[in-house]
């Protein structure tokens, strides 16, 4: 049975691809899916230097791995004033 997890994209990431909540089936065997990997899948283009992940509601590394059911955001640079 393949793992899947729910992947988020936030503002302009998301106004880019058109979507903002997908689920997204994880491959079985290694090397384990990353967020690094998840991105080139989504075929999205380059990953943008600052753009931040989260998995699970937590900052986390692009090189981390993902498990099913988690949460993986995407969220590009907010600024405020």
């Not at 049975?1 to 936030?10: D, G, K, P």
């Not at 075929?43 to 590394?61: C, K, M, T, Y």
């Amino acid at each position: 049975m393949a793992s899947e997890i729910q992947v988020r994209l936030f503002a302009s990431l998301r106004e880019q691809a058109g979507w903002a909540q997908r689920g997204f089936s994880l491959a079985n065997g290694e090397p384990p899916a990353t967020p690094a990997s998840v991105w080139r899948q989504l075929e999205l283009g380059p990953l943008p230097i600052s753009v931040r992940v989260a998995v699970n509601q937590h900052f986390a590394r692009l090189d981390q791995p993902l498990q099913n059911g988690d949460e993986l955001a995407f969220l590009p640079p907010i600024s405020g004033g």
